[in-house]
C-alpha cells in the first residue's frame, strides 16, 4: 500500500514461499502492475505528481500453485483534466518461475483466436454484457452498449491480432486475466463509454498454448 498526497495505491503480497528470492521477484511485479497507471503518466505528461490523484484496489481473481491473476481498478485525476478516468487493469504472474504473463505467453493468438472473439463480441451485441467480471464496467448492462461492441467488430482481424499482440504491456488498454471460470480481456474505450469494457470467454473455448499447465 502507498498513501501520498492523492495517491491512494494498494496493492497485494505474496508470502509463504520458500524460494523467498523468488517471492520477492513476485512481489516487485505486483507493485509494479500497482504503478503502471502513474509511471505511464509520468513518462509521458509534464505533470507535477502532487498534481495527480489516483485510488486504486485491487482483487486477487485467481489464485494456485502456479498461477495468480490480480486486477486493479480505480480512477486517476490530472488537475487540469476535465473529468477523472476510470481504470481497469491486470497482471498474471507464473508462480512457478516468477515472470509476468502476457496474453501471448498464454495464448495462441491468430485468425482462429480472432473469430472466438468476434463470436463473444457478436453474442454481447445481442444478449448484453451478461456474465461481466467484478469490477467491470456497469454500463456495460445498458442495452445502448451495444453500439460499443459494434464498432469493435469493425476492426479487421490484422488490427485485433496487433492487439493482442501488445496486450497486458504496461498500461497500454489492453489487458488479460482469469479466474476459475472464465479468461477475461479488457480493452480501452472513449470515457463516455466508461473508458473500458470486458469480455469474458469460457476456459474451454481458450486455445492455450501448451505451455500452459490447466488451472
Same mark, same amino acid.
Given at each position: 500500500?502507498?498513501?501520498?498526497?492523492?495517491?491512494?495505491?494498494?496493492?497485494?503480497?505474496?508470502?509463504?514461499?520458500?524460494?523467498?528470492? +523468488?517471492?520477492?521477484?513476485?512481489?516487485?511485479?505486483? +507493485?509494479?502492475?500497482?504503478?503502471?497507471?502513474?509511471?505511464?503518466?509520468? @513518462?509521458? @505528461?509534464?505533470?507535477?505528481?502532487?498534481?495527480?490523484?489516483?485510488?486504486?484496489?485491487?482483487?486477487?481473481?485467481?489464485?494456485?500453485? @502456479?498461477?495468480?491473476?490480480? @486486477?486493479?481498478?480505480?480512477?486517476?485525476?490530472?488537475?487540469?483534466?476535465?473529468?477523472?478516468?476510470?481504470?481497469?487493469?491486470?497482471?498474471?504472474?507464473?508462480?512457478?518461475?516468477?515472470?509476468?504473463?502476457?496474453?501471448?505467453?498464454?495464448?495462441?493468438?491468430?485468425?482462429?483466436?480472432? $473469430?472466438?472473439?468476434?463470436?463473444?463480441? $457478436?453474442?454481447?451485441?445481442?444478449?448484453?454484457?451478461?456474465?461481466?467480471?467484478?469490477?467491470?464496467?456497469? =454500463?456495460?448492462?445498458?442495452?445502448?452498449?451495444?453500439? %460499443?461492441?459494434? $464498432?469493435?467488430?469493425?476492426?479487421?482481424?490484422?488490427?485485433?491480432?496487433?492487439? !493482442?499482440? +501488445?496486450?497486458?504491456?504496461?498500461?497500454?488498454?489492453?489487458?488479460?486475466? !482469469?479466474?476459475?471460470? %472464465?479468461?477475461?480481456?479488457?480493452?480501452?474505450?472513449?470515457?463516455?463509454?466508461?473508458?473500458?469494457?470486458?469480455?469474458? =470467454?469460457?476456459?474451454?473455448?481458450?486455445?492455450? +498454448?501448451?505451455?500452459?499447465?490447466?488451472?
Amino acid at each position: 500500500m502507498l498513501r501520498r498526497g492523492g495517491i491512494r495505491i494498494y496493492y497485494p503480497h505474496v508470502t509463504g514461499l520458500k524460494d523467498k528470492k +523468488k517471492q520477492g521477484e513476485i512481489n516487485e511485479l505486483l +507493485k509494479e502492475g500497482a504503478f503502471a497507471d502513474v509511471k505511464d503518466w509520468k @513518462n509521458t @505528461n509534464n505533470y507535477n505528481i502532487d498534481d495527480f490523484s489516483l485510488t486504486l484496489e485491487y482483487a486477487v481473481l485467481y489464485q494456485s500453485a @502456479n498461477y495468480l491473476s490480480v @486486477n486493479y481498478t480505480g480512477f486517476a485525476y490530472v488537475n487540469d483534466m476535465p473529468y477523472p478516468r476510470n481504470l481497469f487493469y491486470t497482471i498474471n504472474i507464473n508462480i512457478e518461475d516468477g515472470h509476468k504473463l502476457r496474453l501471448s505467453d498464454m495464448v495462441n493468438i491468430d485468425h482462429f483466436f480472432v $473469430q472466438i472473439i468476434r463470436k463473444y463480441l $457478436q453474442h454481447y451485441v445481442t444478449n448484453g454484457a451478461d456474465n461481466t467480471a467484478k469490477g467491470s464496467n456497469i =454500463l456495460q448492462n445498458e442495452l445502448e452498449y451495444s453500439n %460499443v461492441y459494434k $464498432q469493435i467488430l469493425k476492426k479487421t482481424d490484422d488490427e485485433f491480432i496487433e492487439i !493482442f499482440m +501488445k496486450a497486458d504491456l504496461s498500461y497500454n488498454g489492453c489487458n488479460s486475466y !482469469f479466474t476459475k471460470d %472464465v479468461f477475461g480481456i479488457s480493452f480501452e474505450i472513449g470515457h463516455v463509454s466508461g473508458d473500458h469494457f470486458e469480455i469474458e =470467454l469460457r476456459l474451454a473455448d481458450m486455445p492455450f +498454448k501448451s505451455v500452459m499447465k490447466k488451472f
